[in-house]
């Protein structure tokens, strides 16, 4: 087991691919029948173009 702690660099790296990850998982199919309401359209609408920002964030923070 390592006790070294994660540059910034890994732990940036890591947060932009997990969100990613989060970004994909809101773009994915949905059972037919379980899709959202125009309210719940919307609140993911607003989560995927906060990740982008986030995203971009931590692009920002790698220069």
């Not at 899709?35 to 220069?63: F, N, V």
């Amino acid at each position: 087991m390592s006790t070294e702690l994660p540059t910034f660099e890994d732990m940036r790296r890591r947060a932009h691919r997990l969100l990613g990850d989060a970004e994909d998982e809101l773009r994915s199919d949905w059972r037919s029948g379980t899709g959202p309401t125009h309210e719940q359209s919307q609140a993911a609408l607003e989560a995927r173009q906060l990740l982008a920002q986030a995203k971009a964030a931590l692009d920002r923070a790698a220069r």
